[in-house]
């Protein structure tokens, strides 16, 4: 998710550490994490700071601890983030390849909507997904986003999306009115997931379902890279990584039923912890290089590697439905 601060912060010098604040469990609200992992940013070099993953001993969430301020988030969020253009023009084939496997994705995500259903996408960014619905879903879909960065949601806008800027906690959005909502790779990013879930669940219809990606703390990539170079910690800015138990836990804890919590394919965390072991020892730019999100060799032979992890429920990321109950529960 694209969550860069409305204001700039006071000091934007990267040589100078960002401020940090304690966090605690998500899903269980302990604050006794264990260890797991300490790392940098490998990717965008935003700061001089090591941070810390540790995993809670009861429910076994990943969360960074102490994690950035609020204030710092338009720091770590830099200008030239992915997720605020990805386009045709930066990306080239990637970008064909991703387009192509992400448009089958929502469509499946959206399966079983009747027309002019209502379709909410919570972290937007530049509208990447919002877009693909759009082209090449029911043309009676009402499409709408919710983004938080101001850059990121212009953007989106400029293609001719509707997006409401800010927190959508803090939004007037109407409540009981959408049919699906998506998450795809934003609850990771957030301080509170489990008030982002509640102010989703208030929004969807009874019945209604929400559809989360996000990266899966119990995969192999985790296994073989977690002690430092796991692309999915993305220091600093992924905040809270999850596994299949403790999502479903979180989606109960905010008054949803799990109704399948699946593992999906992606090459993107194998490449980037690959990247981050060649960064962190200082490897030629130009090596580091053929491990980004526009090297398409890397890519793909990462593809097909995880796309076999797959076959065994072992794919790098989580994608659980979640549903509103048709009627609440009563006392």
């Known amino acids: 998710m694209s969550i860069v601060a409305l204001f700039p912060p006071k000091v934007t010098d990267d040589t100078l550490p960002l401020r940090l604040v304690p966090s605690r469990c998500c899903v269980c609200g302990t604050d006794d994490g264990e260890p797991v992992g300490v790392g940098e940013d490998f990717e965008y070099w935003t700061s001089p700071d090591t941070f810390l993953a540790v995993q809670c001993p009861d429910c076994k969430l990943v969360y960074l601890n102490p994690r950035p301020a609020v204030e710092e988030l338009a720091r770590i969020y830099p200008a030239e983030y992915h997720a605020y253009d990805f386009s045709a023009k930066d990306f080239g084939l990637v970008y064909k390849i991703r387009r192509r496997l992400e448009a089958r994705r929502v469509l499946a995500y959206a399966s079983g909507l009747q027309a002019g259903a209502r379709i909410l996408d919570i972290g937007c960014g530049d509208g990447f997904h919002l877009k693909l619905l759009k082209d090449f879903g029911d043309q009676s879909w009402q499409l709408e986003g919710v983004e938080l960065d101001e850059r990121a949601a212009s953007a989106a806008r400029k293609a001719g999306l509707t997006v409401h800027q800010g927190d959508v906690e803090e939004l007037d959005l109407p409540a009981d009115s959408y049919d699906l909502i998506l998450l795809i790779m934003t609850i990771e990013h957030v301080a509170d997931p489990a008030a982002i879930l509640s102010a989703a669940r208030n929004l969807l219809k009874p019945g209604g379902r929400i559809v989360i990606v996000t990266d899966d703390a119990a995969s192999p990539s985790f296994k073989m890279f977690s002690g430092r170079h796991w692309g999915g910690y993305h220091f600093p800015r992924h905040w809270n990584l999850f596994d299949r138990k403790n999502l479903g836990q979180l989606a109960r804890n905010c008054g949803l039923e799990p109704v399948r919590i699946k593992s999906m394919m992606s090459p993107v965390n194998w490449v980037y912890s690959y990247h981050n072991y060649l960064a962190d020892r200082r490897w030629p730019r130009w090596l580091q290089n053929r491990f980004t999100l526009n090297s398409t060799l890397s890519l793909t032979c ?16 989580l994608c659980g439905t979640l549903q509103k109950p048709l009627k609440e529960e009563r006392p």
């Open 302 to 317: 990462f593809t097909l590697v995880d796309q076999f992890l797959t076959l065994f429920g072992c794919g790098s990321l």
